[in-house]
């Protein structure tokens, strides 16, 4: 899985003590294909902010979804 910071910048999934939070999860796009609209879904391992954003191919934020 890969993430990225307001900016565009590539950052890694890892807790404090190097590994991966266990319930970390961003579930593929359903229905897909879609054609109108689809649903993410995506969990924490904590309660804190989010920032899910869309972006296209070329690295430009399309939108901001949370």
Same mark, same amino acid.
């Given at each position: 899985? @890969?993430?990225?910071? %307001?900016?565009?910048?590539?950052?890694? =999934?890892?807790? $404090?003590?190097? @590994?991966? #939070? $266990?319930? =970390?999860?961003?579930? $593929? #796009?359903? #229905?897909? #294909?879609? &054609? @109108?609209?689809?649903?993410?879904?995506?969990? =924490? %391992?904590?309660?804190? *902010? &989010?920032? *899910?954003?869309?972006?296209?191919?070329?690295?430009?934020?399309?939108?901001? =979804?949370?």
């Amino acid at each position: 899985m @890969e993430a990225r910071d %307001p900016a565009n910048r590539s950052v890694q =999934l890892v807790s $404090a003590t190097g @590994e991966m #939070p $266990a319930t =970390l999860d961003l579930a $593929a #796009p359903a #229905p897909n #294909p879609f &054609v @109108e609209s689809t649903m993410l879904s995506y969990s =924490l %391992p904590d309660d804190g *902010l &989010v920032d *899910l954003a869309i972006y296209s191919v070329d690295g430009r934020r399309v939108v901001a =979804l949370a």
